[in-house]
Every structure is written in C-alpha cells, then in structure tokens.
C-alpha cells in the first residue's frame, strides 16, 4: 500500500503539472556579457500551457530604477521549431513544447536587482 501511494505521489509530482509559480531572478537569468543561465522548467511533453507574468519587481538599472517590463522564453515547439516569445505582464502567452521551457532576461546584469514571477497553467491534455 505505502509503495503504490508513494509511486502515486511521484507520478503526480513529475508527470503532471497542472500549474506553477517560478522566480526568474533579474541578475542570475539575464543573458548577456557578464553571463547568466536561464530558468529551465520541465513540462509534459505536448500540451499547451498558459504563462503570466504576474509580479515583476525586475531593475535594469539599480542607479535610476529602471524596469524590466517583459522576460523571454524559449522552447522547442513540434515538431522541432525552436521559438523564443516575450513574456508581458497582464498578458497571456499560449506555448506547446516538446517538454522544456527556458525563462530569461537580456542584459548585461551588473546592475540589475530584483525579479519577476510567471505562472505556468497547463490549459489541455
């Protein structure tokens, strides 16, 4: 009993995202000179999924506050395409991947603070 509970959970955890939050980090994330990674999420594999930028906090530039109002994503949409969208708060962005999406700001980072926070909803089966 406790081993089918327990496979239960961990197909749940890893085969099924119905939805989450994650942080893209403006200096960690930001692609640019001064390098940066990107934000890699997993997702089953062809579904479409809804992302929102739903809080955004992302600085440019430290000195004046300067906002970063969108974050790109990249993804391989079938069959084989690999697609980069902005991201825009308040808006909705519709993607079907192969199983990977990749959350990024672009610049430099060296002045950058703060963040911002998508949700990814999975909208079909």
């Given amino acids: 009993m406790k081993l089918i509970l327990m496979s239960t959970i961990l197909c749940f955890a890893s085969c099924n995202l119905l939805a989450q939050s994650i942080y893209i980090d403006a200096v960690s994330n930001s692609l640019g000179n001064n390098s940066g990674t990107y934000k890699h999420v997993i997702v089953q594999r062809g579904l479409t999924y809804e ?16 906002k970063m109002v969108n974050l790109g994503v990249m993804y ?5 395409k ?12 519709y993607v ?30």
Avoid at 76 to 80: G, I, K, L, S
Wanted: cysteine-free; hydrophobic content about 35%; aromatic content about 8%.
């Fill in 82 to 93: 690999m697609t980069i969208k902005t991201i825009e708060q308040g808006k909705k962005t």
């Fill in 76 to 80: 391989v949409q079938p069959p084989r």
């Fill in 96 to 125: 079907e991947t192969e199983g990977n999406l990749y959350f990024f700001f672009v610049d430099d980072a060296r002045l950058n603070s703060g963040g911002a926070t998508v949700d990814i909803k999975e909208v079909n089966q």
């Fill in 51 to 66: 992302i929102v930028l739903t809080e955004n906090d992302a600085i440019f530039n430290t000195h004046d506050n300067a």
